[in-house]
């Protein structure tokens, strides 16, 4: 199977009043976990990579996204790469010439002109390079350094200030804050439907949320018929890998053998990701 890009997963989801999933990559076995959900669900999905993982890869992005894009390309059903969260100027120059057919331009924490003239530019390069690009408007916040709460004033995103944005930065995709936050480890977010469905109505490209572990497989679903095309998904994950690797070791703790450890925490994650695939219409 090809790989896909991004732009023709999250259209064709969305001509379907479905959603595309996301899921972070940090290590090859998130990579491979997906594949295999991919695969058995039949669904495919997005394998994205963020600039806090290319960090931990020791700020090399090529390592980490050729092993993915390997992965996603011996799968069997069509697996687009996305760059996400992308604030520095290197690695977004990096995304246009690399294997990931979309970016994430994220200028969400800046005051609106400054993330409206900053995406305009990005977008500007990105589809020069033809990538698709999604950007933020408000604040989803969540993340350790993140300044902001995704419940303070005034973080989430106006629909107005939304269609202007996109008018005139051009984006293709609009991540959007309306009640999740990065890094929930429980499903515990209350989603303002209204607010989505508000969001719908004024603006054309497709919607993504952001902080998606935080938000239950019904909330999910409502947010998906409201018009979310693209729901982002990385610590459900990583709290499905730690606990497995957590018990393995427990269980046994003479063992040093990391494929003993790794190869349960891998099918700890395909079988969350597979319970969120199964979650979307
Ligand atoms: O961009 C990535 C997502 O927003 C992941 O959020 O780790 O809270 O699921 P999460
Ligand atoms: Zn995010």
């Known amino acids: 199977m090809t790989l896909a890009p991004t732009s023709e997963l999250v259209e064709?989801?969305?001509?379907?009043?479905?959603?595309?999933?996301?899921?972070?990559?940090?290590?090859?076995e998130h990579a491979e976990a997906a594949a295999a959900a991919a695969n058995a669900s039949r669904r495919p999905v997005i394998l994205q990579i963020s600039e806090n993982a290319v960090r931990f890869h020791v700020g090399q992005l090529e390592p980490i996204a050729?092993?993915?894009?390997?992965?996603?390309?011996?799968?069997?059903?069509?697996?687009?790469?996305?760059?996400?969260?992308?604030?520095?100027?290197?690695?977004?120059?990096?995304?246009?010439?690399?294997?990931?057919?979309?970016?994430?331009?994220?200028?969400?924490?800046?005051?609106?002109?400054?993330?409206?003239?900053?995406?305009?530019?990005?977008?500007?390069?990105?589809?020069?390079?033809?990538?698709?690009?999604?950007?933020?408007?408000g604040y989803v916040g969540g993340k350790p350094d993140s300044p902001l709460s995704a419940h303070a004033e005034g973080v989430r995103t106006d629909p107005d200030e939304a269609a202007d944005f996109v008018r005139r930065t051009g984006v293709d995709a609009l991540a959007v804050a309306v009640g999740s936050s990065h890094a929930m480890r429980d499903p515990t977010?209350?989603?303002?439907?209204?607010?989505?469905?508000?969001?719908?109505?004024?603006?054309?490209v497709p919607l993504v949320l952001h902080g998606s572990s935080g938000v239950s497989g019904e909330e999910l679903r409502t947010a998906v018929a409201a018009g979310i095309a693209k729901v982002n998904v990385g610590t459900a994950l990583n709290v499905a890998l730690t606990r497995s690797i957590r018990a393995e070791l427990e269980a046994d703790p003479?063992?040093?053998?990391?494929?003993?450890?790794?190869?349960p925490a891998r099918e700890s994650m395909?079988?969350?990701?597979?319970?969120?695939?199964?979650s979307i219409p």
């Open 270 to 278: 395909t079988a969350r990701m597979l319970e969120i695939l199964d």
């Open 12 to 28: 064709g989801a969305r001509s379907r009043r479905s959603a595309v999933v996301a899921f972070n990559v940090i290590s090859l």
């Open 66 to 137: 050729v092993a993915t894009e390997a992965v996603a390309r011996h799968a069997h059903v069509p697996i687009a790469l996305h760059l996400d969260h992308v604030t520095e100027d290197a690695l977004f120059a990096e995304s246009l010439d690399s294997v990931f057919s979309s970016v994430m331009y994220d200028a969400g924490l800046l005051p609106y002109e400054e993330n409206l003239r900053r995406t305009a530019g990005a977008v500007h390069q990105a589809h020069a390079a033809g990538l698709w690009v999604e950007a933020e408007l």
């Open 189 to 204: 977010a209350r989603l303002d439907h209204e607010l989505i469905a508000r969001l719908r109505e004024r603006v054309s």
């Open 254 to 263: 003479t063992n040093v053998d990391p494929r003993r450890y790794l190869t």
